[in-house]
């Protein structure tokens, strides 16, 4: 399933004294199988940006496109893009309101009116593919630490079956651990399943790690867009727009600078290491 967007504009409030354009004019196309991260600083467009995808939002010009068809002519193509391109908000803990981690999972399947058959069926593979354990299904949501209420909301997500996956800063307020967790499950989503993810994130180092392709998003406007390898070797244009690069990235110049062989495509510390060890091993010299 491929998305496109065509000169995408958003204007809140407009024809007011309020109005205030937060995307201008933004055009990109996202292939069936990849990991984009979308990055920006506070205010450069990137929520109000993916909250378009699936139409919560509707452009004020422009357009987007799934699988050939502009998803806001009319509503029934709207209904299927929201099966299709599912959003995961930041903090979506907040939205369960279950008695159990079941029905939570399961309310997005049963308003599709399926059988109780399938919605179990829906529930299961979510729970087992987001990491939530059989054994907490019937749990209340609320018992569970935070977390496992995220893989929860995930799940629910995910019990629709969509096609892509766009999730708003998914470690936000995580623990190194829970970041590690989550990320890893991340990976595991694409890889295995095959999912197309869009991850809107603040974190340099862990779009690196993760994305294929990278967006960058500025003052509303879409500023950059490539591999990993060449958005963060414009280290200069990143840090005027109020960005930076990834640490083992800043890390890794410094030893080239000191005549240290390190590969450009260094942007993790696990592969600054390997790279370090490699040079190590070869025994080049350096000055």
Same mark, same amino acid.
Request: charged share 30%; no cysteine.
């Given at each position: 399933m491929s998305i496109e967007v065509k000169n995408l504009t958003h204007t809140y409030m407009p024809d007011t004294p309020y109005s205030s354009t937060a995307v201008r004019n933004v055009s990109f196309t996202v292939e069936d199988g990849e990991f984009v991260g979308l990055i920006g600083h506070t205010g450069s467009g990137k929520s109000t940006l993916v909250q378009h995808l699936n139409g919560l939002l509707r452009p004020t010009s422009?357009?987007?496109?799934?699988?050939?068809?502009?998803?806001?002519?009319?509503?029934?193509?709207? /209904? &299927? =893009?929201?099966?299709?391109?599912?959003?995961?908000?930041?903090?979506?803990?907040?939205? %369960?309101? *279950?008695?159990?981690?079941?029905?939570?999972?399961?309310?997005?399947?049963?308003?599709?009116?399926?059988?109780?058959?399938?919605?179990?069926?829906?529930?299961?593979?979510a729970a087992r593919l987001s990491?939530?354990?059989?054994?907490?299904?019937?749990?209340?949501?609320?018992?569970?630490?935070?977390?496992?209420? /995220? &893989? =929860?909301?995930i799940a629910g997500v995910l019990a629709m079956r969509?096609?892509?996956?766009? %999730?708003? *800063?998914?470690?936000?307020?995580?623990?190194?651990?829970?970041?590690?967790?989550m990320f890893a499950f991340l990976k595991e989503l694409h890889e295995k399943e095959r999912i197309t993810l869009i991850m809107v994130s603040h974190s340099m180092g862990d779009v690196a790690k993760l994305c294929s392709r990278v967006l960058v998003m500025n003052r509303g406007e879409l500023a950059m867009d490539g591999t990993p390898t060449e958005i963060f070797s414009e280290s200069e244009k990143l840090r005027e727009m109020g960005l930076g690069i990834p640490q083992a990235a800043e890390l890794a110049q410094i030893l080239r600078d000191h005549g240290f062989g390190i590969p450009q495509d260094v942007w993790s510390i696990e592969w600054l290491a390997r790279a370090l060890l490699n040079e190590w091993k070869g025994g080049a010299a350096v000055d």
């Open positions: 422009g357009s987007v496109w799934i699988n050939g068809r502009d998803i806001n002519e009319n509503k029934a193509d709207l /209904r &299927r =893009v929201r099966f299709q391109v599912g959003l995961v908000f930041q903090y979506p803990e907040y939205q %369960l309101f *279950e008695e159990t981690v079941r029905k939570d999972i399961g309310f997005g399947p049963r308003n599709l009116g399926l059988s109780e058959a399938e919605i179990a069926e829906r529930v299961a593979w990491g939530v354990a059989e054994d907490r299904l019937e749990k209340s949501p609320f018992e569970l630490s935070g977390g496992q209420k /995220r &893989r =929860v909301a969509p096609s892509t996956l766009v %999730l708003d *800063e998914p470690a936000a307020g995580l623990d190194p651990r829970g970041r590690a967790e």
